[in-house]
């Protein structure tokens, strides 16, 4: 028997996954704006986020509501506190998006720099990780979701690595130092995003199993 | 919180009406200052269960225990044991307030008088007390010669209450005793509980799943004549281990 109030969870979830789906659609143009410094779809990347900002509204609404009325016990307490948390992360995950369309109109509107750094990678490792979490979320999987709080090292690393990169390279080209400087801002950026789906992956797994290991946190 | 003291446990009991096995294997323990709370569907056995604490369903023929029940260490169902006197240790109230048609003082001083107490100062002293203990005396001190049936239900149930604490039980069974009162003497009972578990030990039958969140520290879920799960009401209601207590208490039972 489905009842009204699964239901409306139901209407809850469908309306995270949008908001994710969005997020997930932002960060990829912004990513693949800033790789072909297409000054277009950054200008989208900008415009869109007023939607997903919009959504975050929505859910913290409903899950306000079910609270309120339904005053959900368990398993269901669970999804809307998690989904609540979800929806901040992807947010600002979001947010990251439009900062980096951001770095991409600057940059484009000047010479390219003659060193190419790991954004490419570091770009994917990010774009993978939100993909992985909210897949995780859909199936509700704890193993694809530790899997995403493991792949965080790799986009550490690599935001490690532009860094010490673009250091020496600003050495070597000081006209370049502006350019430099914005491109470190972007790979910033996207370890940000990475660490949200962390965030996130971390939300899927107190939904799933009701433990929290934020922090590394293991108390049961 | 207060070390656990054990207060009354059941041991692997089996309880019959006729041939129907009601209740199987029950074994949970309840400790002094605390609430323990019973939840499950109808006819799950909670109330049953709850009677067995004070051997309320001896009066149902062709009823039978099998098994132990202790408080503190007398077996409750040994033979010898004084029926009256364990019913006085541990005192009951029920869903519906059934205050006798006598008057508030009367109603109070009832079970003190069944037990021989005849001085007048006495009663009016545990009278006043245990109505102080139900936080009914503000409103019913002037009254207390008015018949008990003019209060309000809310104010009957905290009557019956007053009643059960009179004769100084050690464990207190309550059946729903808010089932059949509107929110705010639901909430006065609720704030009761809390401050009655300084003092004695509680056992609560509720169909209201955020009543038993709320009042209670331990929750104990029946299903089907079995104790499923019992654990601390947080865990319960949080994270609970099995998905029949999950699919009770989220109601994606059946």
Not at chain 1, 19 to 39: F, G, N, P, Q, W
Not at chain 1, 54 to 61: N, Y
Request: hydrophobic share 40%.
């Amino acid at each position: 028997m489905e009842s009204r109030f699964h239901k409306e969870l139901e209407e809850l979830k469908m309306t995270i996954l949008q908001m994710a789906a969005l997020t997930e659609r932002a960060l990829e143009k912004a990513v693949h704006s800033l790789l072909v410094r297409d000054t277009e779809v950054a200008k989208e990347v900008v415009r869109g986020d007023q939607e997903v900002n919009s959504l975050e509204l929505e859910i913290d609404r409903l899950c306000l509501k079910l609270l309120a009325l339904e005053q959900p016990m368990a398993r269901d307490l669970r999804f809307i506190i998690g989904t609540m948390r979800i929806a901040v992360d992807l947010e600002r995950i979001a947010d990251q998006a439009v900062n980096i369309a951001e770095r991409t109109i600057f940059l484009a509107s000047r010479p390219p720099l003659r060193f190419n750094p790991a954004m490419q990678q570091l770009g994917d490792t990010a774009i993978d990780m939100l993909k992985s979490v909210i897949s995780a979320f859909i199936n509700e999987s704890e193993e694809q979701a530790i899997d995403v709080c493991q792949m965080d090292d790799t986009a550490d690393e690599l935001n490690v690595k532009i860094l010490k990169d673009l250091m020496d390279y600003m050495l070597h080209d000081t006209p370049a130092i502006e350019r430099s400087v914005q491109t470190i801002i972007a790979a910033r950026c996207l370890e940000r995003a990475a660490d949200q789906a962390t965030n996130i992956a971390e939300s899927v797994i107190f939904i799933i199993k009701g433990v929290n290991i934020k922090h590394h946190c293991q108390r049961t | 919180m207060m070390e656990k003291t054990l207060k009354m446990e059941s041991k692997k009991i089996d309880f019959y009406y006729g041939s129907f096995k009601a209740l199987q294997e029950v074994s949970l323990q309840f400790h002094l200052n605390r609430v323990t709370a019973l939840i499950g569907p109808s006819g799950c056995g909670k109330s049953t269960y709850l009677r067995c604490l004070n051997r309320m369903n001896d009066l149902i023929p062709s009823s039978r225990l099998v098994g132990e029940i202790t408080l503190d260490d007398m077996n409750i169902y040994e033979s010898g044991v004084d029926v009256v006197e364990l019913r006085r240790r541990v005192g009951m109230v029920f869903q519906k307030p059934n205050p006798f048609p006598k008057t508030i003082f009367e109603n109070v001083a009832f079970g003190l008088r069944v037990n021989g107490v005849k001085d007048r100062n006495v009663l009016s002293e545990k009278v006043e007390i245990s109505l102080r203990q139900a936080a009914l005396w503000d409103e019913v001190k002037d009254r207390l010669q008015a018949s008990a049936l003019g209060l309000s239900g809310g104010q009957q149930q905290r009557l019956c209450i007053a009643r059960a604490l009179a004769v100084e039980p050690e464990v207190v069974l309550m059946d729903e005793p808010a089932s059949a009162l509107d929110p705010i003497a639901t909430q006065k009972i609720e704030e009761l509980i809390h401050e009655l578990k300084k003092n004695y030990t509680i056992v609560i039958v509720t169909h209201n799943m955020q009543q038993a969140a709320r009042v209670s520290d331990t929750t104990a879920f029946f299903y089907m004549g079995k104790l499923i799960e019992v654990n601390a009401t947080e865990n319960i209601f949080t994270r609970p281990k099995y998905k029949q207590t999950e699919d009770y208490i989220t109601g994606r039972f059946g």
